[in-house]
């Protein structure tokens, strides 16, 4: 299966929901490795990397209570390879972006846990890893995204993509901060 065959979907179309932030909760990180395990069982080693990101992933942020993992894959168009496998173990394809760094985005059936595949060496991958990693380690931009989330929270959003879409700039401005310090996720592994 290539990219050709697809373009951009949100399968099932936009869906409004309401936009909850709640405090830091430490059973996120026992979530995680939960489904991690269960993805990592589901995939064999297709799942080259599988990554906690997102506000769940940062102690002590507040965040919506979305687990959101990173499951790197050769090939992200070929979902031959990992979509019959992850829609077995209850997880369903949400978004498919064979146009943006070929990202899918599966998701459970209660919607609490997104699963994001990306292709191997995709930039956006690191970038996750920047960001999630400058968040635990610097309380100011922690600090600071936590404040733009809750009052973002706070506004009517048509969908979640809108609500993310409005935290483009902080999310950026976090990202570059964390490469002018030189701070490379790939040291940390």
């Known amino acids: 299966m290539s990219d050709t065959s697809f373009e951009d ?3 099932g179309g936009t869906e ?5 932030i709640v405090d830091h909760d430490a059973s996120w990180a026992g979530k ?3 489904h991690s395990r269960l993805i990592a069982n589901a995939l ?10 997102g506000s769940t992933s940062v102690p002590g942020l507040a965040a919506k209570p979305i687990i959101d993992i990173l499951v790197v894959v050769a090939d992200s168009a070929n979902e031959s390879s ?4 992850l829609e077995s173990v209850g997880y369903g394809l949400r978004v498919r972006e064979p146009n943006w760094h070929r990202h899918r985005m599966f998701r459970t059936e209660d919607q609490s846990v997104h699963v994001h595949v990306y292709s191997r060496g995709c930039p956006e991958i690191d970038r996750c890893l920047i960001f999630r990693d400058r968040l635990r380690r ?3 931009d922690r600090s600071r995204y936590e404040q ?3 009052r973002l929270a706070a506004e009517d959003w048509p969908d979640m993509n809108a609500y993310a879409a409005a935290k483009t700039e902080v999310v950026e401005d976090i990202i570059a901060a964390a490469s002018a310090a030189g701070e490379n ?4 592994c």
Request: proline letters at 6%; a positive charge.
């Open 44 to 53: 064999g080693g297709t799942a080259l990397r599988t990554e906690h990101i």
């Open 148 to 150: 733009t989330k809750r």
């Open 9 to 11: 979907e949100l399968i």
């Open 32 to 34: 995680f490795e939960a």
């Open 185 to 188: 996720p790939t040291e940390a």
């Open 138 to 140: 610097n309380v100011c």
């Open 16 to 20: 409004k929901r309401e936009i909850t």
């Open 82 to 85: 990992y979509l019959p496998r």
